[in-house]
């Protein structure tokens, strides 16, 4: 079948179908977001059951699936999977978002109940509303335009991936894609988990820093001494980290580990204009080399997170024997996360003062990515984005990782892999008062939506075609 022979679905019609299908598709929504699927340990797992069930329904109810299934690998957290197969030559897209939630906090930052959906202003608030409930609900609207469309004459092949232990580190995703891979195979990925500069201005993330976390121990002392006797004579622990820490970074507060100074080139078309507004407290300046999203984006940062010593109201006076520290070393795309690593190791082992003793441990690491610029799918990708939103679509690089990406691009070296969001500044993923712009929610519906359409028009040897062209 030629491009032309399949009907087109245009930006009119695509808008009519979104405001019809608007009401069912936020009640299924608001149901999402009661569900309290936290996948961290210590928390009630049977939500995440819950949660993946309505999911699966969901996606079945919309009639498009010959298959759709509730599955783990391992001792994993359930994940769906729901598969349509193509029509002759068509291509495959397979449709990424994660169904588990950060914990929410202290509650009493919240101002309305983290698990009771409220709308205020035009925001949907609750955990989940945006990282990645939304992702879902992006997914399960744009499928059902196109089911009310096409009908019988959908020729795309469709797969649903939403995966359940996301904000848990994804611990079981690598043995999840081998052992479903047959199920999860497509030419086209579209992970919904990034975000826009402005609600207004739609953007395609092009590369994503990896991450190496570890957990710095420091000791000097076999035991706690008093800090009148010994201090002055003997190094305690947290003056041994202290001088370390500080070796960490230049006088303009840029990374100084030997192999991480530098930066990666920006991706073409990449906009380096565009970047987060600055949190700073007044008077306080910036830190690092280059432009904001050089430094943001391309360059590795080191950031200590979190660090085990006596608290000010438990503090004795004794010089401490150990501490230690959560880092988060976040690697620049084109350079492997083991590279970093032994960078940091290294720089470790000469800079430690006094001979005090030192390991890392519970290290582990995340790829960075970058996308393939030639991938046609980028180009549809932007077009329909620009489109759906009336704006211009930006490339952007973000400077937070999402290692699971490296590895759908290991696992399916063919795939072209697209990296859609729906957050926004204001968004607060992660934070008390989560929230979704529901504009942003329906102007990306109609984009993906424009996007899925042109999928179906095109065959397999289109893409490849277009991606020798280039």
């Known amino acids: 079948m030629s491009q032309g022979e399949n009907s087109a679905l245009d930006v009119s019609e695509l808008r009519t179908l979104v405001v019809a299908g608007a009401p069912r598709l936020l009640s299924d929504f608001a149901g999402l977001i009661r569900i309290p699927s936290v996948s961290w340990e210590g928390f009630e797992q049977a939500h995440m059951e819950t949660s993946a069930a309505r999911v699966a329904d969901l996606f079945e109810s919309t009639g498009l699936f010959s298959h759709v299934g509730v599955y783990r690998h391992g001792e994993g957290a359930p994940a769906v999977i729901a598969r349509r197969e193509p029509v002759g030559d068509a291509p495959t897209v397979v449709l990424y978002a994660h169904h588990d939630v950060q914990p929410p906090g202290d509650n009493t930052q919240w101002e309305s109940p983290a698990f009771e959906p409220s709308m205020r202003a035009g925001r949907l608030y609750g955990r989940g509303s945006a990282d990645d409930k939304a992702g879902i609900a992006l997914h399960l609207g744009a499928l059902r335009a196109l089911a009310s469309h096409y009908a019988d004459d959908l020729r795309l092949g469709v797969v649903v991936f939403i995966e359940g232990e996301e904000e848990n580190g994804s611990p079981s995703f690598a043995g999840f894609l081998n052992e479903h891979r047959e199920l999860l195979q497509g030419d086209v990925i579209i992970v919904a988990d990034s975000d826009n500069p402005s609600t207004e201005t739609p953007a395609l993330t092009v590369s994503l820093r990896g991450n190496v976390t570890a957990t710095l121990r420091v000791r000097t002392l076999n035991h706690a001494v008093h800090s009148g006797m010994f201090g002055g004579a003997l190094p305690d622990a947290m003056m041994a980290f202290s001088a370390l820490a500080a070796s960490f970074y230049d006088t303009e507060g840029g990374l100084a580990i030997a192999g991480l100074e530098g930066r990666a080139p920006s991706e073409p078309g990449e906009q380096v204009e565009a970047g987060p507004d600055s949190p700073l407290a007044q008077g306080v300046s910036e830190v690092g080399h280059g432009s904001l999203p050089q430094r ?48 940091l190791d290294a720089h470790i082992a000469a800079h430690i003062p006094f001979g005090a003793h030192w390991e890392l441990r519970d290290v582990s690491l995340g790829e960075p990515f970058s996308l393939d610029p030639s991938a046609p799918a980028l180009d549809l990708a932007a077009q329909a984005l620009s489109e759906g939103f009336g704006a211009k679509a930006v490339y952007q690089g973000v400077g937070g990782s999402i290692p699971f990406i490296s590895q759908l691009a290991e696992v399916f070296p063919n795939a072209q892999i697209l990296v859609t969001g729906i957050e926004d500044p204001d968004t607060r993923a992660h934070s008390p008062n989560e929230s979704l712009d529901l504009s942003v929610l329906w102007r990306a519906l109609v984009s993906e939506a424009l996007l899925l359409a042109e999928l179906n028009r095109r065959e397999i040897s289109d893409l490849a075609r277009d991606r020798a062209l280039d």
């Open 296 to 343: 943001l984006w391309r360059s590795a940062a080191l950031t200590i997170t979190g660090m085990d010593i006596p608290s000010v109201t438990h503090a004795s006076n004794t010089l401490l024997p150990e501490v230690s520290a959560k880092v988060s070393l976040r690697v620049p795309p084109g350079m492997a996360s083991a590279t970093a690593l032994a960078a």
